[in-house]
């Protein structure tokens, strides 16, 4: 997959070979909604011998839009480069840059300048609600029409519902807000996950209540609340049990950023340096402030006998709630 960061420029001369079906949106989550358009771009693009464009804004495009607030994201943009190189069939990802110029960019320049001169669109496939232009002026039927007057194949996806509702990014967000981890799966078709290199911590853990791995929270995303989650931690491909405390660690006076800690089952490497993967599958508790580490090490002890009974075997050991495995 080939990744290209771009912006508005004066320069409107084509900067591919190949003609292309585009897919746009902010696409945050690649939730299933979005995969149902993915997979008709995909298709297009066999059938017409076209290069498969993912067109995606950065920051959000409401973070421009002064009625809209700015949208604490699910994932980073590094995560959505991974999710997207290993669904496959994606030549290219083009993360292109939202910023004034683009907020004010008529409808129709970008539909002639962006789409159809630079970006070479052969095809574009799009979603219900999808807008575009200055003030969202553009809806899909302009885009329809515009297609139609250049030979450009559109579709319009339809929308994808879940129990009555669209799925959205919006939706999956508040989920995730609320500690609903299985319902938030269902939509995004994956369980939702932590990625990150491994930092180091106190240390405190593994000499006197259970050793962690600590990954760094960005402030640009959103998580869930604070708390103990039963988690599965992916390393070097292999997936394993664990449990993942989101919080402050209030009992041994931690400090005022969140951190994430996760507790690997009948593990005992060193995992420093390495990037990890940590699927948080079902909120169980608060984070809690224990007047004595005892105290909070018989919780923690407690956390992980109930970890370990959610991935017996019979529960379906580590493909309990796994959905699709896309990582
Ligand atoms: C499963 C689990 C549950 C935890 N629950 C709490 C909690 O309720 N309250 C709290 O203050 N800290 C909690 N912690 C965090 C511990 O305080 C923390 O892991 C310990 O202080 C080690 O920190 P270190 O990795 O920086 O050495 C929990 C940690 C784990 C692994
Ligand atoms: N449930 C869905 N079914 C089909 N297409 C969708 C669905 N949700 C979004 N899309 C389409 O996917 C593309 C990217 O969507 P985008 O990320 O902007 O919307 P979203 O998921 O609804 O996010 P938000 O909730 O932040 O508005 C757009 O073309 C959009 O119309």
Not at 121 to 140: E, L, N, P, S
Request: some cysteine; glycine content about 8%; hydrophobic content about 35%.
């Amino acid at each position: 997959m080939l990744y290209i960061e771009d912006k508005v420029d004066v320069e409107t001369h084509p900067i591919l070979e190949r003609k292309t079906v585009i897919t746009l949106g902010n696409f945050d989550g690649i939730h299933l909604g979005h995969r149902q358009l993915l997979d008709q771009a995909i298709q297009i693009a066999k059938d017409r011998d076209l290069a498969t464009l993912f067109f995606t804004f950065s920051p959000h495009s409401n973070s421009l839009i002064p009625s809209k607030p700015k949208p604490r994201l699910l994932y980073t943009l590094q995560q959505k480069i991974h999710l997207l190189e290993e669904y496959g069939n994606i030549d290219i990802f083009l993360n292109f840059c939202f910023d004034e110029t683009l907020r004010e960019m008529p409808a129709a320049q970008f539909f002639y300048d962006i789409l159809l001169r630079r970006y070479q669109a052969a095809a574009i496939v799009v979603g219900d609600g999808f807008r575009f232009g200055c003030g969202g002026a553009g809806d899909t039927e302009l885009l329809a029409r515009y297609c139609h007057k250049e030979g450009v194949y559109f579709v319009k996806a339809p929308c994808l519902y879940w129990e009555g509702e669209p799925v959205s990014s919006t939706r999956i967000r508040r989920l995730i807000e609320h500690g609903r981890m299985p319902e938030a799966m269902k939509l995004l078709g994956r369980p939702y996950y932590l990625e990150g290199v491994v930092e180091k911590g106190k240390q405190l853990g593994g000499k006197r209540l259970a050793p962690t791995v600590n990954i760094a929270l960005s402030s640009d995303l959103l998580y869930p609340p604070n708390g103990v989650y039963i988690s599965r931690t992916h390393v070097d491909g292999r997936a394993y049990a664990s449990v993942t405390n989101l919080g402050r660690n209030p009992t041994i006076g931690g400090g005022e950023t969140p951190r994430a800690e996760t507790h690997i089952l009948d593990y005992d490497e060193d995992l420093y340096g390495k990037c990890l993967c940590v699927d948080l599958l079902e909120y169980t508790r608060p984070e809690i402030q224990f007047d004595t580490l005892d105290e909070l090490k018989s919780q923690i002890t407690k956390d992980i006998e109930n970890t370990r009974r959610y991935f017996e075997p019979e529960q379906g050991g580590l493909d309990h709630h796994a959905l699709h495995g896309t990582k």
